[in-house]
């Protein structure tokens, strides 16, 4: 027998880790008998995976194969593990994968016999559910923990011994063909963009290597290690690869500084959510789409800066495929695993009795996570939406937090000298931020708020949209906790809806985008001042319900809420009335009120930056004088500024289905709506002062005279 088919497959598959799923071409390899005697001694190992080889050289099934890739995958994200770590630490990442895979290629292996045996019993061989790399690792070590010990144990850094031996005698021309094949295989499978696989060249010092286990673990590490520190510094100027992609408008100060915020926060990030992003990037498959790419990066950051995102998302000129992916961050997180899921309820001391979870979530957002459960409660069963904090969510609350705080001291210098002025936009932006995540982290703030929201929103309301005539709006109702404190959010189950987007019928959208608008304005600004400032399209779902002739909206996340007070009402007020008539001196006494002020210098600041920036804008529409008010850090209250933000998220409604004035009208509609309630009701409290009415009519009618003089002189 002067020639033998080796397929490498087999051979690289359970001796070496660092494949990271690829896979060799066949090829002749020229041995004597005498030579293959001296490499294949048939011990328990040969024997092996001679036989592996055999049925890999059978063609496998794809349910196989893939059985196969996942074990790859699972063994590489041990390899991601230990890199950037101490020697001490990649040795015993090593170690905890060799007992994994020693665990589970029994069950591959079995899974092959009984396939080409035509026995349609087969072994599960289990994914590492994503969450962060050290959890999948968790996870993974427990499932081998459970496994028998085999029969015979293979040592993968052992086994490269073996392929050496083989590897010796193969002559030049033949490694050639193989180093092509090899590289062929590899791009095809893995592509160039996210893969850490070695080249034929570090293959081939690996194998023809010398030294102890230890340095050989090293080696392997080291250099997994060398390629994924390239793409690291990626991640870390991801800021600075969106700039260079042209999805944002660098000519805009305000994105150069979004820009310049990326790329401090990503490398200020800790070590492990790096090597997490990268284990499910380069896992991914061959050819990720840009898009999903970006989507892993973010979802692996802090809750932080997908909130902040969120909001940079709808500045002006960052590009509709940016503005796309914060979309998606608005209505999807990272889904936490139903393991992790069942250990936050069981460790729960609120007292709640869970009858059952269903292990796909219902909605997953930047902080917390919600699946339908059944709970015990008034002798039957309820089925409820369970919310809860995503496992150790707290404690990246206070990194982003300390990321978010830093930013603006250590540019302000730079910035400066850069003549770029909106640093106070994003010192605002973070302020909100953080109040939001002090908040989110507090579940029984948000019990609270959902209470009352319970209260103030739902309603129903007559309307004209075709078949429908009814709208009501429901805020699902909630259990308090037997024991007090929970951290477990548990609330009615409200099923069924689509989202915003989804609505074929035109004027049934139309009917929920004024509805919307009208509930919103006029609850926090002339009635009880509660307001949901993060009132995206992903936190609420649209029910038609056609034997009745109802539209029904359901209402959720009440985290970003507030309650503005009367003072707060009137400043707001004054400020819209100001922006809607151009009036700088109403503008300046909303501004005013909410700064509590009437220092005079302050007024005559106020004045003077408003009047300029009317010479300077003077068609600047009535949301843009909010947004610049909030960009100047003129609402010093926060509840002002979650006004204003939450205000532009409802704005996106009407502008989404090419209804460009219908926010406006509808807030005009409301006001004088309100203004007639109060004039004719003495009892009811309207926010704004007699003065205040009276300095508005006067505003007013000026404002009138001056359209009837340009109208008169053709201007």
């Not at 070695?198 to 290597?209: F, M, Q």
């Not at 994105?255 to 915020?261: A, L, N, P, R, T």
């Not at 990268?278 to 979802?299: C, D, H, N, R, Y």
Request: glycine content about 6%.
């Amino acid at each position: 027998m002067s020639k033998n088919k080796i397929n490498l497959i087999p051979i690289i598959l359970i001796l070496t880790l660092f494949l990271s799923a690829c896979s060799f071409q066949k090829s002749v390899v020229n041995q004597t008998p005498s030579d293959q005697n001296r490499v294949i001694a048939n011990s328990d190992l040969e024997i092996l995976i001679d036989e592996f080889k055999g049925y890999v050289d059978a063609n496998l099934s794809v349910e196989r194969k893939q059985e196969i890739k996942t074990v790859q995958e699972n063994l590489l994200k041990y390899l991601i593990e230990a890199t950037e770590s101490t020697d001490a630490y990649k040795i015993k990442i090593y170690r905890e994968a060799n007992n994994y895979f020693n665990k589970v290629y029994p069950l591959v292996l079995q899974n092959i016999r009984n396939e080409k045996l035509g026995v349609k019993e087969f072994n599960v061989i289990k994914k590492a559910p994503l969450w962060s790399l050290k959890e999948e690792l968790r996870y993974l070590n427990k499932e081998a923990d459970s496994l028998p010990s085999p029969k015979v144990k293979i040592d993968l850094i052992e086994g490269l011994t073996l392929f050496s031996e083989i590897y010796k005698n193969i002559d030049q021309e033949q490694r050639t063909q193989m180093g092509a094949n090899y590289e062929t295989t590899v791009q095809k499978f893995m592509g160039q963009e996210f893969n850490l696989h070695p080249s034929y060249a570090e293959l081939e010092t690996l194998v023809e290597g010398q030294g102890t286990e230890e340095q050989k673990i090293l080696k392997v590490i080291n250099l997994v290690d060398s390629k994924i520190s390239k793409h690291e510094a990626r991640i870390r100027h991801i800021g600075s690869e969106i700039g260079k992609s042209g999805q944002v408008d660098m000519n805009n100060p305000q994105i150069k500084v979004v820009v310049s915020f990326m790329d401090y926060y990503f490398n200020k990030l800790p070590s492990d959510v790096v090597k997490t992003i990268m284990s499910e990037l380069v896992t991914g498959g061959a050819k990720l789409p840009e898009e999903e790419v970006m989507k892993i990066v973010f979802q692996n950051t802090g809750p932080g800066l997908g909130k902040v995102l969120q909001q940079i998302g709808k500045e002006k000129g960052v590009g509709p495929e940016f503005s796309k992916l914060t979309a998606i961050l608005e209505s999807s997180g990272k889904e936490v695993p139903f393991h992790l899921v069942e250990e936050v309820v069981k460790g729960d001391k609120g007292g709640f009795e869970v009858r059952s979870i269903e292990p796909k979530s219902v909605g997953t957002g930047t902080i917390a996570q919600v699946n339908k459960a059944t709970i015990w409660v008034d002798d039957k069963e309820k089925d409820v939406a369970l919310r809860f904090l995503k496992p150790g969510v707290a404690a990246r609350c206070k990194e982003d937090i300390a990321i978010l705080r830093q930013f603006v001291p250590d540019h302000e210098a730079l910035f400066a000298q850069q003549g770029i002025e909106d640093l106070k936009m994003m010192s605002t932006l973070i302020d909100s931020v953080e109040k939001f995540l002090n908040d989110e982290v507090d579940l029984s703030v948000a019990v609270e708020r959902q209470k009352k929201a319970f209260e103030v929103y739902n309603r129903t309301v007559k309307v004209s949209a075709d078949k429908f005539d009814m709208l009501e709006m429901r805020v699902p109702e909630v259990y308090l906790p037997p024991n007090g404190k929970s951290n477990l959010h548990v609330q009615e189950f409200a099923a069924g809806g689509v989202k915003f987007a989804n609505l074929k019928d035109n004027a049934v959208k139309k009917a929920v985008a004024q509805e919307m608008v009208r509930m919103w304005f006029e609850e926090a600004l002339f009635r009880s001042g509660f307001l949901n400032a993060d009132l995206h399209q992903g936190n609420f779902r649209v029910v038609l319900v056609e034997e009745n002739n109802k539209i029904k909206i359901l209402l959720y996340d009440f985290g970003l809420s507030s309650t503005l007070s009367k003072e707060e009402q009137r400043a707001f007020l004054l400020v819209g009335a100001g922006a809607y008539m151009k009036s700088s001196k109403t503008l300046t006494d909303g501004l005013m009120v909410s700064m509590n002020s009437e220092d005079p210098a302050l007024r005559a600041k106020l004045l003077k930056d408003i009047k300029a920036e009317m010479k300077a804008y003077p068609n600047k529409k009535p949301e843009d004088w909010v947004v610049w008010c909030v960009q100047k850090n003129y609402f010093v209250s926060d509840n002002l500024g979650a006004l204003a933000r939450g205000s532009l998220l409802l704005k996106q409604l009407p502008e989404s289905m090419g209804e460009s004035e219908m926010f406006k009208d509808t807030i005009v509609k409301t006001a004088l709506a309100n203004l007639g309630h109060a004039m004719a009701d003495r009892d009811y409290d309207y926010p704004l002062t007699k003065i205040d009415m009276l300095k508005l009519g006067i505003a007013q009618s000026k404002s009138y005279c001056i359209d009837l003089i340009k109208k008169f002189f053709g201007n």
